[in-house]
């Protein structure tokens, strides 16, 4: 239906109360890639990208830094760990997939308090490094929110009981 040109509102009422739940039918609707809002909002998707790559080839090198702590095998997983999750973000942020934005989010959120706890020893490096996370999820949060109008942090946006779209 929205391939053919109705509205996502349209398209949520026709297909509202069936076998999906409509919080479900909105969350598809929502996550939908907008190919317009991904062409005007392609410059700031192409920064997150970027960012993420680095992150991601940072991690990688950090990974192999590792071989002269704990050897081959935990250089090996570190480099899976830090070095290949970045990308794979950086992947889904290109493919316009808005379900990598909520999980890159809650995620690196989570992550927080564990990257608090060198403070005591390390603290300006330790406040630029959750600086410079935050910096990044409230970057993607902003990116989530110009190509997916139709979705809150986590879910479809609701207003007053009703969900809502921007058509």
Do not use: C
């Not at 991601?56 to 590792?66: D, F, R, S, Y």
């Not at 570190?78 to 809650?106: D, E, K, N, S």
């Amino acid at each position: 239906m929205l391939e053919g040109g109705h509205s996502r509102s349209e398209t949520f009422k026709a297909l509202s109360g069936g076998k999906v739940k409509d919080r479900v039918l909105a969350g598809w609707i929502g996550g939908r890639r907008d190919p317009v809002l991904r062409k005007r909002h392609a410059v700031k998707v192409n920064i997150l990208v970027a960012l993420m790559g680095i992150w991601g080839l940072l991690g990688g090198i950090a990974g192999l830094v590792q071989i002269n702590d704990g050897g081959i095998v935990m250089a090996v997983a570190m480099v899976l760990i830090v070095g290949v999750i970045p990308l794979l973000f950086a992947w889904g942020f290109y493919q316009g997939i808005a379900v990598v934005y909520t999980i890159y989010i809650t995620f690196t959120i989570s992550q927080i308090p564990r990257e608090l706890a060198g403070f005591s020893e390390e603290p300006v490096s330790t406040l630029l490094g959750v600086a410079f996370i935050l910096a990044m999820v409230f970057y993607a949060a902003w990116v989530k929110s110009l190509l997916f109008p139709d979705l809150a942090m986590i879910g479809p946006k609701k207003i007053k009981g009703q969900f809502v779209f921007a058509n």
